[in-house]
Structure formats: C-alpha cells, structure tokens
Nanobody, 115 residues
Framework: QVQLVESGGGLVQPGGSLRLSCAVS????????MNWYRQAPGHEREWVAA???????GYPHSVKGRFTISKDNAGTTLYLQMNNLTPNDTAVYYC?????????WGQGTQVTVSS
C-alpha cells in the first residue's frame, strides 16, 4: 500500500506560480509511475503530469512548458511546479501512484487562480 498526502495549494493571481508537494509513504519501492491529476467543478479528472521510476516525464499540451513534475532522490516527495497560472488551472489537484497492484490517490489540494 502507498499513502499520499498533497499540500501547497492555495489562492494565486493569474500569471503567478505555485508549487505542490505530495508526501509519499508505504510501499514506495513498488511504485512504477507517479502522476498529478486535477479536477475542476463540472469536469472530469484530467491528467496533468507524469514521472517514471527512471525520471522520465510527460505532460499534456495544456500544461507543457508551464508545469514541471519532479521528485526527491528517495522518492518520498513528489512535486509539481506550476508557473504562469491561468484561471483555467483552477481545480483540485491530486497525487497518484501506479503500482503493479493498482493505483493510490491522495485526498487532493485546492488551487484557485483568481485576481
């Protein structure tokens, strides 16, 4: 089992930056890929970023060049650096871990982009 706890959300003005963190505990060595997802009110959950065990990263076009996913060497903390934020980035952001036994999710952290 993998436990995930997100933090770092909040209110930010358009054009601003925010860094989210996800504390990872439990069976860390079983994790293949870690992801960030987001869900805005009335919308489906959307994939935002991924990082593999080897450190390869991927992003959808909507955030590529603005968001950066990373993790510490021990794999105990996952980050999402978000720059040049727009109101369209407003959502609850979730940390996700994929293992051979399935996926684990955090409880989410709210990000609101507004002036």
């Amino acid at each position: 089992q993998v436990q995930l706890v997100e933090s770092g959300g909040g209110l930010v003005q358009p054009g601003g930056s925010l860094r989210l963190s996800c504390a990872v505990s439990g069976s860390i060595l079983t994790i293949d890929t870690m992801n960030w997802y987001r869900q805005a009110p009335g919308h489906e959950r959307e994939w935002v970023a991924a990082i593999t065990r080897r450190g390869n990263t991927g992003y959808p076009h909507s955030v590529k060049g603005r968001f950066t996913i990373s993790k510490d060497n021990a794999g105990t903390t996952l980050y999402l650096q978000m720059n040049n934020l727009t109101p369209n980035d407003t959502a609850v952001y979730y940390c996700n871990a994929e293992t051979r036994r399935g996926a684990s999710w955090g409880q989410g952290t709210q990000v609101t982009v507004s002036s």
